[in-house]
């Protein structure tokens, strides 16, 4: 486990519904965080666990998880995914085609199923495109593999150990300006904030053995250099390098 990882705790499990817990306490163990970063970075730092909580109330409804569920753990929520939807890696597009029960359900409540989705006012402006590159990735897997994504969503669950979505605001060029941003990018960015993005990936860790904890995995796949290398110590001490793939 990190070191810093020793320091930090979450509150106890006060529902039976585990991934909403890990939902809840994840948005609020990186709110400060979230904070501190904005002022260290002038990145638009925004939470979509918190306003996305509507829509990831149906999802888990419409796909209750099964037990023993097979972990993915990404990096951070991104902008025309999670940000749109508030379901991890999964954009507008994915959710209408790929998930009907959840599109119905939405639908039924009288949410609309269009562009920018949940993406709050300050997140608009920096939106360009219309789908979330890991999400046509992802889906595609998940159909292969299960048959139909609805299949595979009470087989398997995504986790992002960081719910934040990091937005470069002012950057060199047009390229940058809006850029979205991983925890992956905070070492450099960060350089002057002290202890900031080891608190930072502590609590990263931090949501990941709770995850562990409230949702008993079989395994976990990791995605990402970063992921790896913040994680995998943790979860293969936990899990054992066999049920751990990078």
């Excluded at 400060?32 to 109330?57: D, I, M, Q, S």
């Excluded at 009470?154 to 979205?180: D, H, K, Y």
Aim: proline fraction near 8%; aromatic fraction near 8%.
């Amino acid at each position: 486990m990190h070191p810093e990882a020793r320091q930090i705790s979450l509150a106890p499990m006060t529902t039976r519904d585990s991934l909403q817990t890990l939902w809840k306490e994840s948005a609020e163990l990186f709110e400060p965080l979230a904070r501190e970063v904005a002022a260290a970075t002038g990145w638009l730092v925004v939470n979509p666990v918190r306003y996305g909580e509507r829509w990831h109330a149906r999802f888990r409804g419409c796909y209750p998880l099964g037990a023993r569920p097979l972990m993915f753990c990404g990096l951070n929520p991104g902008p025309y995914g999670m940000a749109q939807t508030g379901v991890p890696f999964t954009d507008l597009k994915r959710l209408a085609s790929d998930l009907p029960r959840l599109a119905r359900a939405l639908a039924a409540a009288g949410e609309r199923l269009a562009l920018p989705g949940l993406a709050p006012p300050e997140l608009r402006p920096f939106l360009t495109r219309t789908f979330e590159s890991s999400s046509v990735r992802v889906y595609r897997f998940l159909a292969r593999a299960y048959g139909t994504a609805e299949e595979a969503l009470r087989r398997i669950v995504f986790v992002n150990p960081c719910p934040l979505l990091l937005i470069e605001v002012e950057g060199r060029g047009t390229a940058a300006r809006g850029a979205n941003r991983t925890p992956a990018d905070l070492g450099k960015a960060l350089r002057d904030a002290g202890s900031l993005r080891e608190r930072f990936d502590a609590a990263r860790v931090v949501v990941v053995c709770r995850a562990l904890e409230l949702l008993a995995p079989r395994g976990a796949v990791l995605l990402g250099r970063d992921v790896v290398k913040v994680f995998g110590p943790t979860l293969e001490e936990r899990l054992g390098a066999t049920a751990t793939l990078e």
